[in-house]
Each structure stands twice: as structure tokens, then as C-alpha cells.
């Protein structure tokens, strides 16, 4: 499987996200903390949702959107507000400066970069003014778990990604452990920040 627009995918997402031993630890528990504590109450449109990981965490204030249909069925199937990429530019979210904030995690590593440049170019103008843009790219291990990745982006990378953009880096992290772990731990991850500008 090289591909992330089909029904094995959305697959291999759900069977990997719904493995016993994360249900009963309860290890998104840090990872919600995290992107509720940097978007706040911010209305916020995630980019490459997939099956709502992260979509959840940011209810009732997100939408997602993601090129896969089997995934974004799965997230309207658990209640959440999704579309396709060739639906969202059709909807009444589609506004210029709509967003206080947009998450692309494990978007990057999926393309070459100037690639994600070119598609998170396409989604900035719904941003408004002073808000974030977030960025969430595995470390080491976390992009060795998954055949789909092809471009390692660490936080020099990101920030290149919205310095191309025209946001304003405003905050750079390893998450949840030091940048150290990233080599062993595989849900170590490069989490970066950056504000648009105020015109």
C-alpha cells in the first residue's frame, strides 16, 4: 500500500487507531490536550482529517477535510462535519478569513514538499488574519512506521513550509517528549506554529 486515497487506508487508520491497548490507556488523551490548548475556542478546519483523530478533539469548532472519501465517510458516520476536497470548495465554509485556525497533521510527510506548499496554499486564505496555521509531522520512528511517508519534515521543514506560505512563526515543539524520544518513540512528534499576518 502506497496510497492514501483509498478504502485500505481508511482501514489500516481505523484498525490501527482502535488497537485494544490505545483504547484502554486512553493514548490520545495528550495529544487532545495539546491541539485544544493551542487553538482554544478557535473555529478551526483540519487539512488531511482522515478518519477524525483529530477532528474529534476540536468538536464542536472543526471541520475537516480530506482527499480520501472512505475516510471522510467515516468521520460523518461518527457525527463529525467532513468533505472531500472537491466538496469543501463548494460549501458555505469555503470563506476567506472563515478559520482561526487550520491543523495539517501527518499531512506533510505524505508529499514532496513543494507539494504541501502548493495544497496548504489553497486553504490559508480561509484563515483570518492573526490566526494559526499548526503543523504536526512524526519524528524518526513515527515515519518509518508507515509506508505512505515520503518526505521526513522536521521543524526547520515546517517552518520552511509556512515561511513559503507567508505566516510568521510564533512557536516550535517536540511533543509529548523531548526530541530525543523521536528516535524510539513513534508517537513522538514535530509540532509547529505560525500566525498569519495582519494585512
Not at 20 to 34: I, S
Not at 73 to 89: I, K, N, P, S, V
Not at 176 to 199: D, L, Q
Amino acid at each position: 500500500m502506497d496510497k492514501t486515497d483509498g478504502q485500505d487506508y481508511t482501514d489500516r487508520l481505523a484498525r490501527l487507531q482502535n488497537l485494544p491497548w490505545k483504547r484502554v490507556l486512553n493514548v490520545q488523551a495528550p495529544y487532545r490536550w495539546n491541539v485544544r490548548r493551542i487553538f482554544g475556542e478557535r473555529e478551526v478546519l483540519d487539512v488531511g482529517c482522515g478518519i477524525g483523530r483529530n477532528l474529534k478533539h476540536l468538536e464542536p469548532n472543526g471541520v475537516g477535510v480530506d482527499h480520501n472519501p472512505h475516510s471522510v465517510q467515516t468521520c460523518r458516520d461518527m457525527g463529525l462535519t467532513a468533505f472531500t476536497t472537491d466538496e469543501f470548495f463548494e460549501t458555505e465554509y469555503a470563506k476567506p478569513g472563515r478559520f482561526g485556525g487550520i491543523l495539517a497533521a501527518h499531512l506533510v510527510e505524505h508529499m514532496p514538499r513543494p507539494q504541501a506548499v502548493d495544497i496548504l496554499r489553497g486553504y490559508v486564505e480561509f484563515l483570518k488574519p492573526g490566526g494559526l496555521l499548526v503543523l504536526i509531522c512524526p519524528q524518526e520512528r513515527g515515519y518509518a512506521s508507515d509506508p505512505t511517508h515520503v518526505a521526513f519534515t522536521d521543524l526547520d521543514g515546517l517552518a520552511d513550509v509556512t515561511s513559503q506560505l507567508g505566516l510568521v512563526e510564533r512557536d516550535r515543539m517536540s511533543f509529548p517528549f523531548p526530541r530525543s524520544a523521536g528516535k524510539v518513540f513513534t508517537y513522538n512528534e514535530f509540532v509547529h506554529v505560525a500566525v498569519k499576518p495582519a494585512n
